[in-house]
């Protein structure tokens, strides 16, 4: 092996480590890069966790606060794409609530009753026949006795399946109708 061969084989050898050498700093970058927003969502976890363990543990039933319709939502896929600093501004803009959007966050005011589930008023529905009823006939009732409730024959019916699937719901099948009663 003569000497210029063997001075091309260190040049290309020195090459090579510079080039991994190089990779391998990038790799490490983008890896420090991604400690820090999991680092970021641990934090936003643990707060979160401490939040739901403070309203548990108050004497008012079990509910987190509805999120201010103004309230930038900061979701998951948000957190793992956006940079360290767009994350921290983020979640200090949802920290920062007015006064007033805190107190009514708090129960200071009085929210409006929820509505009972869709499917708990079709089994109450349901309860007061004593033969099994079309989907149709029981969306009608419904809509006369829940005005302001006015769901599609469709939702109806879907509702209707997955109280089957629970158990809650009995279907009787009479030629191409389909009847619905409780369990």
Known sequence: MNSQSADTLRTRYLQQAASDLEENRRQQQELAEKLAVLKQEEALLADILSLTERYEGSSAPSRLPEQAQDEPAVQAEDVTEAPPAAVATARRAASE???????AAKGGTK???RRPLLADVLVELLGTHDEPCLAKELRGEL????PERTPTP??????LESLVAK???QRHKQRRSVMYSLV
């Open 143 to 146: 809509v006369e006795k829940h």
């Open 167 to 169: 158990g809650r719901v």
């Open 111 to 113: 929210a409006k009753p």
């Open 154 to 159: 469709q939702v109806v019916r879907n509702t």
């Open 97 to 103: 609530k007015p006064a007033s959007k805190r107190a």
